[in-house]
């Protein structure tokens, strides 16, 4: 039977999931994978918590230099967040030799080119199942499972807390900052919740899942962010009157055109399954030109699924030593200059807007799209207070150059009130 | 660039899907992969199809023999269906030195123990993933993915042709027998449907999926199979309305009392995800010990889904060849004598009966549950013809032998004119 040691930086929520599983599990791995698998050492500087998990006081290391230069240590396993730290550490790992298991999202979208040719050079692994949706095998799909597929389209809900949020909002039709509040009591949302309500987590995600999809490197610069800071309990009202739930996408079509990436709240038909991925689930599905479409669901966070997607990587590393997947693109901090990327992005659009009630504006609204070349495939409009109606049109596929310049014309009309939202729709 | 020769046995729908894929997609692979995959060699009896299909003369082989001696193949792909020739060509192509890759969920459910047994003998591999649930990565997840896990739960719907059927018959409300008709004429059902309305089909996929979710072997004689020709529209409807979709689903649950596993018609809530899997559509729910609860979804049919889970097999084959899988559990064509499996099932049921519509009845039916140790969650009385009920109801967990034992007193009962229906619920 192979020995595997393993050290993990860091024992949060994650790394304390993650030895938990194989800790408990350690026996189970021995009978199902053949493989006898120890946590020889970790690092965390709250020994309290390392040894209330039941780490052995002989396996706390002090140092990072302690960890890499453990000759019974052949895989590090990386969960302690943010860039600085991580990166120093991840670098000490390989370079010593060892295959490195990450959840580090921000890592692997920012550095991953660096820790990729650093692994060449050593001829170890580099892991990072657990960076995006929790412990759904995602990325363990993209590379093993839909390899004689050219991808598409990529979409999916892959931040659990902005879910939580719209979920909310759109079950108690309650205000954004209310259910943020909320979500912060309950820990789903972080005090400064700015890295996953303005859609940063997502990009981060979306970059590598993107770039896997259509092996292409595709950096967060490329993409596009919306948050949702700006969804109001009225535009969750009025798309789910239209057949709509709204929800933080993060989206990427591989196309003629070139390559669309973008996160932002869409409104999403109740009939496609992504509509019904509620609280702090996650979902991404996928279009191949041989399988069509697949859709992965479950849980985006929290110790033990992304615990799963942890040790699956350190079982995987161990089992397929030598035999490492390394990107088939030029790994590097830019997209290649070749690559093409879709700016002017084309959607079907949902538009809401307060009108004075006066008997011709709604033709007059619509000569300004149609002038536009956007076709309306929805219009409705309903009595406000006096004298005032809200009308809601979704529009058939636009460009957003098109879109943009309808708006401003029609901000321009004294008819007009107020444009309150302008969102993307996906079928 | 590593050069991979595959022949494929059998070019009907699948078989041409992955010829296809395999030649469209040939400077893909190079790219992507580094792999350089030629068609050798084809067997396929009808030579106009294979010559329509853009086969060079020269790779058309005229015998097995000549397909397995052929040193340019180094990967057999088997996709001629049935047991008796499939297998015979397959334990040729192992003893030749060829890994498999097949789609035979048949061969595979009932022969596996031997062929992974001549495949382990001259160290080849032995490919399945596309024997279950089409294009949708299930093995290569619960082999490459769960691996953390001990998997608790593995239930869905795994035949497209029955779910299609029942899907219709939902939005129609339509009779078996006249969709049946339908689909048969669309091609979505066989001229003798039998293994897929009586639950054959399943049996086999549930046979392999339940193996290696578990750890063990589940054989189909283990199965407890139940098809979906005594589904009327009018339980669809009565389930409707009770707030159920009605799916032919597999179920394999391994808990303290044993592994419990079975093929039947199945009452699923509609906030139930696989409640929404609909038309030909497959999907398979998993819950493991670390991941919690996770689906994966898509088409579990047709020749590009098939051949893309066929192609994503022989992918793997070449760029892990010498590092296989082999079950890590005793395969043989009987499950283990520990192994113990639950027969006696306990489950929510759904029970629809009519009732001559007189004072007391209720209580007279209720207190038979009740002295079976059964509660009863949901009741509900419908007024039929003049002095005649429809009864419906639900119980909580029961115990299979209790609710024959309950329905077999409530049929001695004058007021009883008859049990319509008597099926399971799932969460």
Redesign the interface.
């Known amino acids: 039977m192979k020995k595997v040691g393993v050290a993990i930086l860091g024992l949060g929520v994650v790394g304390g999931?993650t030895y938990k599983?194989l800790t408990d599990?350690k026996e189970?791995?021995k009978?199902?994978?053949?493989l006898d698998i120890t946590v020889e050492s970790v690092l965390e500087l709250n020994k309290e918590r390392a040894l209330s998990l039941g780490v052995p006081e002989s396996a706390i290391a002090s140092s990072i230099a302690e960890v890499v230069s453990n000759p019974n240590v052949d895989i590090v396993v990386e969960v302690i967040g943010g860039v600085k730290v991580a990166r120093d550490f991840v670098l000490q790992a390989i370079s010593s030799g060892k295959s490195v298991v990450t959840s580090n999202k921000e890592l692997v979208a920012k550095y991953c080119h660096e820790l990729e040719a650093a692994a060449k050079k050593m001829n170890v692994g580099l892991y990072f199942?657990a960076s995006c949706v929790g412990?759904?095998?995602i990325i363990?799909?993209l590379i093993?499972?839909?390899?004689?597929?050219?991808i598409t389209v990529l979409k999916g809900i892959v931040n659990g807390t902005t879910n939580y949020i719209l979920t909310k909002m759109s079950q108690d039709g309650a205000d954004y900052q209310d259910v943020l509040k909320e979500a912060q009591k309950l820990g789903y949302a972080e005090a400064n919740p700015t890295a996953d309500v303005e859609g940063f987590d997502s990009t981060y995600k979306l970059s590598i899942l993107s770039s896997l999809a259509f092996?292409k490197k595709v950096t967060i610069d490329n993409i596009h962010r919306e948050g949702i800071t700006g969804i109001t309990k009225e535009d969750i009202a009025y798309a789910k009157k239209s057949g709509f739930a709204i929800k933080l996408l993060a989206i990427a079509k591989n196309g003629p055109q070139g390559i669309e990436v973008r996160v932002n709240p869409t409104l999403v038909p109740l009939s496609n399954?992504l509509a019904?991925v509620n609280d702090s689930f996650n979902a991404v599905f996928l279009t191949?030109?041989?399988?069509?479409?697949?859709?992965?669901?479950?849980?985006g966070a929290?110790a033990?699924?992304t615990?799963?997607?942890?040790?699956?990587d350190v079982?995987?590393a161990a089992?397929?030593a030598g035999?490492y997947y390394y990107a088939?693109f030029k790994n590097s901090d830019t997209a290649e200059k070749t690559t093409k990327f879709v700016t002017d992005f084309s959607s079907k659009y949902f538009i809401r807007m307060r009108l004075k009630n006066i008997v011709g504006v709604l033709s007059k609204l619509t000569s300004v799209f149609s002038k536009n070349g956007i076709n309306l495939t929805y219009v409705k409009q309903n009595a406000m207070e006096e004298g005032v109606v809200e009308l809601i049109l979704i529009t058939d596929i636009s460009s957003e150059s098109s879109i943009n310049k309808s708006i401003e014309k029609i901000k321009t009309f004294d008819e007009v009130n107020s444009v309150e939202s302008v969102l993307r729709v996906e079928d």
Do not use: C, W
């Open positions: 999931g599983i599990n189970y791995f009978s199902t994978q053949n199942e412990g759904v095998p363990r799909t093993d499972g839909m390899q004689a597929n050219k092996n399954p019904t191949g030109d041989s399988v069509d479409d697949i859709m992965l669901y479950g849980r929290g033990l699924p615990g799963s997607a942890i040790v699956s079982i995987y089992k397929h035999d088939p």
